[in-house]
């Protein structure tokens, strides 16, 4: 079963990205070294880097049912950031989320991976994780809104805009569901 590839919430529009939305996304958010800092990606240096992103993203949505989303006002359409998917196996996914600085603190995050989970669950996942930078407090207020466990077991994980080359410690997140 394959995810829509337009989701409409209260607030938001979440739909698959394209090649063209380039530009914006390495404007908006992809180049911004402090919406980027406790990314697992490393912060974008030119568009080009963010084309290869949007090939990508095209790749994962052939694969699997489901892939990155972008995140826009239904109000006025303007790109706010991006969530979305990556599939370890069929039943087994990892979520995510970026938002540009001026969409901060408005509950956009919570909206979009509310939305993000309902996706997952629909297409069979049974185990959807996220990990999370330590001092990144408010992501991890938004994973548990959004039913998401702490796991107690040490996790770590790569945050190449803290530190190239090095996994640090994170927190990790799992949220299960019976399908």
């Known amino acids: 079963m394959k995810a829509p590839q337009r989701i409409e919430t209260n607030r938001l529009v979440l739909r698959k990205p394209t090649l063209a939305d380039a530009e914006a996304v390495f404007t908006r958010y992809a180049s911004d070294p402090d919406v980027t800092k406790f990314m697992g990606w490393p912060r974008h240096e030119s568009i080009e880097e963010t084309r290869a992103f949007l090939e990508l993203s095209d790749a994962e949505w052939e694969q699997w049912p489901a892939?990155?989303?972008?995140?826009?006002?239904?109000?006025?359409?303007?790109?706010?950031?991006?969530?979305?998917?990556?599939?370890?196996?069929?039943?087994?996914?990892?979520?995510?989320?970026?938002?540009?600085?001026?969409?901060?603190?408005?509950?956009?995050?919570?909206?979009?991976?509310?939305?993000?989970?309902?996706?997952?669950?629909?297409?069979?996942?049974?185990?959807?994780?996220?990990?999370?930078?330590?001092?990144?407090?408010?992501?991890?207020?938004?994973?548990?809104?959004?039913?998401?466990?702490?796991?107690?077991?040490?996790?770590?994980?790569?945050?190449?805009?803290?530190?190239?080359?090095?996994?640090?410690?994170?927190?990790l997140y799992l949220k299960r569901f019976l399908n």
């Open 67 to 171: 892939g990155p989303y972008l995140i826009e006002s239904s109000a006025d359409g303007k790109l706010l950031g991006a969530a979305g998917l990556r599939f370890k196996t069929r039943t087994i996914a990892v979520t995510g989320y970026v938002l540009a600085q001026d969409a901060w603190g408005y509950g956009y995050a919570t909206e979009a991976l509310t939305a993000v989970v309902t996706v997952a669950m629909d297409v069979g996942v049974h185990q959807l994780s996220a990990t999370c930078h330590p001092e990144n407090l408010a992501s991890a207020r938004v994973l548990e809104k959004c039913g998401f466990v702490k796991e107690k077991l040490p996790a770590s994980a790569a945050f190449p805009n803290i530190s190239r080359g090095q996994p640090l410690d994170c927190l």
